[in-house]
């Protein structure tokens, strides 16, 4: 197995491990798509209007030496739903009803995006992409995940997006 560890962890000498069997990409360091829960996310995690659960401040990294900031998305099947009009109080009682939510989705975002130097660590560590759907989107689908990549997407903000392959409707909104 060829080791995809191409990404840096805020410095260009410490990789940042990227789940991968046979370049099946499944996540980004601790991170892993469907396996990761809730309870194990770091940074501030507030629901959105479909019930996911956005886990933002969640950690830096490089691609392609620039910094990239990391948000998580939990699916918003829980137990501890948040009633429509309400929010939840703190973050131990989301943690605690929805600590078992899976990762569906993770958000690398790059300010001031060098598109050239994005698009070359992404082909190092995942591979060539198979697929271009716009000028500025490239497409990587594996077992385990799709990862679209918009360079940029909004002015000179590059995103790079990891979604479970059983988010299709997320999926569809990312790739038109």
Not at 76 to 98: F, I, K, M, N, Y
């Amino acid at each position: 197995m060829k080791a995809a560890v191409v990404f840096a962890l805020v410095s260009v000498a410490v990789s940042l491990g990227i789940g991968c069997k046979d370049r099946g990409i499944s996540g980004i360091g601790p991170y892993k798509l469907g396996e990761t829960t809730l309870a194990g996310a770091p940074g501030v995690c507030r629901p959105v209007e479909d019930g996911t659960v956005w886990c933002f401040s969640a950690g830096r990294i490089a691609v392609g030496q620039q910094p990239a900031t990391v948000d998580l998305y939990f699916s918003p099947h829980c137990s501890g739903a948040v009633p429509e009009g309400q929010t939840r109080d703190s973050r131990a009682e989301l943690r605690d009803q929805c600590g078992d939510s899976p990762l569906v989705e993770i958000l690398l975002s790059i300010r001031a995006c060098k598109e050239d130097a994005a698009a070359e660590a992404l082909a190092r560590a995942i591979g060539k992409p198979p697929d271009r759907r716009a000028k500025a989107k490239l497409l990587w689908q594996t077992g385990s995940a799709v990862i679209v990549a918009q360079l940029p997407a909004d002015g000179t903000t590059c995103e790079i997006n990891f979604v479970a392959p059983t988010e299709t409707a997320r999926i569809k909104h990312l790739i038109q």
